[in-house]
């Protein structure tokens, strides 16, 4: 499935760093997602974009940022993250549109992140 | 808070077993409900779902699941499973409506040659 892709695939920062987290789909999808994936917790929704407007901030703290310059490009900008921010960092999309009722998601690979 | 509870987080099973794994989910208005698979080296992707009409649910490999409402359950069932279906699996909510995805913990399934 490449439907949905994710880079980098691996990422170690400092605490003091900037990075961004780059995901694009080839699905002619509308909706893009990031979750966050952390051992023994739920995968965590931490944002949605659909047609490019943020419509879910799942109360994310700021040093996390995302971006959406379209409907096939989601980014998710980084600075002066903390240890515990070290997770796996999914990003979805789906079809979308007006809270089209069961939107199948599809998948990146994910970016294994680890925070010094 | 919206939350799923997947009961068990580690099932082995030998091939042709049946399995059933639970998921139970509290919130009190309509969702939907969908069942993810994870296989080795692989991505999310997506077994089942359900949004409306027969509750009882037909997914790839042969895979069902029924939602009981009375009971917020969405249990995933197979009535023979294969070593090829060794994998995590994650039963999620969404409120109807929304795009506010709410997922378990998961379950690894490891079945025995």
């Known amino acids: 499935e490449t439907g949905v892709t994710q880079t980098p695939r691996h990422l170690v920062m400092g605490m003091t760093n900037k990075k961004s987290l780059k995901c694009e789909q080839h699905?002619?999808?509308?909706?893009m997602y990031w979750y966050k994936q952390s051992a023994k917790k739920p995968l965590e929704l931490m944002f949605v974009y659909n047609f490019k407007e943020q419509t879910e901030n799942n109360s994310v703290p700021s040093r996390f940022s995302p971006e959406c310059p379209n409907s096939s490009h989601l980014f998710l900008h980084l600075h002066t993250l903390q240890p515990e921010d070290s997770a796996l960092y999914l990003c979805?999309?789906?079809?979308?549109?007006?809270?089209?009722?069961?939107?199948?998601?599809?998948f990146g690979p994910g970016t294994r992140l680890t925070v010094l | 808070a919206q939350s799923v509870s997947q009961h068990n987080h580690h099932v082995i099973l030998s091939e042709a077993a049946s399995l059933e794994l639970g998921c139970n989910y509290s919130y009190g208005g309509t969702v939907n409900l969908f069942w993810y698979v994870q296989y080795p080296g692989q991505h999310l992707q997506l077994l089942l779902k359900y949004f409306s009409g027969d509750p009882l649910v037909k997914g790839i490999k042969g895979f069902e699941a029924e939602f009981i409402k009375s009971k917020f359950s969405f249990n995933l069932r197979k009535p023979s499973v294969q070593w090829s279906d060794t994998a995590e699996y994650f039963c999620a909510v969404c409120p109807s409506g929304t795009y506010k995805y709410i997922f378990g913990t998961g379950t690894r399934l490891k079945v025995l040659a």
């Open positions: 979805a999309s789906s079809q979308g549109g007006a809270a089209v009722n069961g939107d199948t998601q599809y």
């Open positions: 699905l002619g999808h509308n909706a």
